[in-house]
C-alpha cells in the first residue's frame, strides 16, 4: 500500500474540510449514546482542523435506516456528546445535502463544526450514487476520511465523493489504525499467535491465508472450530457448521502442516442444550459431541493450552470470539484467554484486537485498557489482514 497523505500535512486555515467521521454510536431506548469510544476516537481530527482554523464539515451514518429518514436513528446525540467532550458548539444540518444544509456551510467561520444528517437516510450512500457524491463534495475544499469503521465499504462518502475533491487526507484514527494493523503484517515480532474465532469459517479463510507465511501458531475457537473439528471426523453434535466449507478446512489443515505451521483446535467444550443463559450446559472433549448438544464455549483444557501459546508469544493478533461471550455462563474460555492476552501485553508483547465483536469480547473481560490496539473497525481490520486493499483509504491522495 503506498504512503497516503495525511492531515497533518495539509493547510486547512479557511477551508471546509469534509470529513468521514464513524459517529455509528450504540443508543438507548431513551437515545442516549451507550458507548461513546467512536467519537472519542475522532477528536484528535476534529480538533486539529478547528485549531488549524478549518471548518469541520463532519458526516457520519448511523444505523441502517435503509434510505429513509428514520427518526430515532438521527445524528443529534452524536452532535450534543461531541460538544460536550470538545467544549465548543456543534451545529447539526438538517440534511446532508441539499441547499439549506449547503447555506449552513457557507455561514460557517473559521473554527466551526458542523454535523451533517445521517448519511443513510439517502440510498445514495451505499450505492456510491455519482450525483449524491457530487452534492456531498459541493461542502468542501479538502476531504478527509477518518472513519476507518467505514474503510472497507465503497460508498459515495468513502471513495465517490473523492473523486470530486483534489486534496483528499487520512485522519488520525485511520493512521493509528493502519500503523497498528501493519505490525501484524510486515515483519512482525515472532513468536506470533492469531487467535481466531466467531462464528463462520468462510469469514476468515482470507486471514489465515494471508497471514499463514507469518504466524507460528493459530488457535482456532468460536462456532468455526466446529467445521475444522468435523474436518478431521470428529462428531460435533448440533454445533454450528458449514457444511460446504469442511473441504476448504481441510485444506487449510493440511497447507498448514505442510509450512510447519500449528493450528490448534478445541481440546474440550462447553456443550449446552440451548443457548440461553439458563441452558443445561456441561464440558465434553471435542471428540465427543452427542446429537442434541451445541458447542458454546471452549473449554478448561483448551483455555490451559492456548494460555500456553500465548504466553511465549511476542505478536498477539484476535479476530473473533471463542464461544457465545454475550451470555455469562458461556463467556469463561473468551474472559479467560482474554486475561491471558492482557497479562502477556503487560509483559512486552504486542496485541491487536480486531473490532467488532472481538472488541465487545475484550471490553466485557473487563481489559480492553491493557490491549495495544483495538481496532475500530470490525470489517475493515479483517478485510486488512486478508492482505485486501481498503477501498476508503485507496482513494485517498498518495503522500509526496
Known sequence: MKAKLHLRDVPVSGSRVLTRVDFNVPLNDKLEITDDTRIRTALPTVRDIVDRGGKAVLMSHLGRPKGAVVENMRLRPAAARLAELTGSGVTTAPDCVGEATGDLVARMKDGDVLLLENLRFHKGETKNDPEFAAGLARLGDVYVNDAFGTAHRAHASTVGVAGHIETRAMGYLVESELTNLRKATESP????????????????????????????????????????????????????????????????????????TAILLPEDVVVADNVSEGATHRIVGADGIEPGWKGVDVGPKTVATFADRISGARTIVWNGPLGVFEIDTFAEGTNAVAAAVAEKTGAGAISIIGGGDSAAAVAKAGVAEKMTHISTGGGAS???????????????????
Open 189 to 260: 515480532e515472532r513468536p506470533y499467535v492469531t487467535i481466531l474465532g466467531g462464528a463462520k469459517v468462510s469469514d476468515k479463510i482470507g486471514v489465515i491465508e494471508n497471514l499463514m507465511p507469518f504466524v507460528d501458531t493459530f488457535l482456532i475457537g468460536g462456532g468455526m472450530a466446529f467445521t475444522f473439528l468435523k474436518a478431521e471426523g470428529r462428531e460435533v453434535g448440533d454445533s454450528l457448521l458449514e457444511e460446504d466449507r469442511i473441504e476448504t478446512a481441510r485444506r487449510i489443515l493440511d497447507a498448514a502442516r505442510s509450512s510447519g
Open 382 to 400: 479483517l478485510m486488512f489482514l486478508e492482505g485486501k486493499p481498503l477501498p476508503g483509504v485507496e482513494a485517498l491522495s498518495d503522500a509526496d
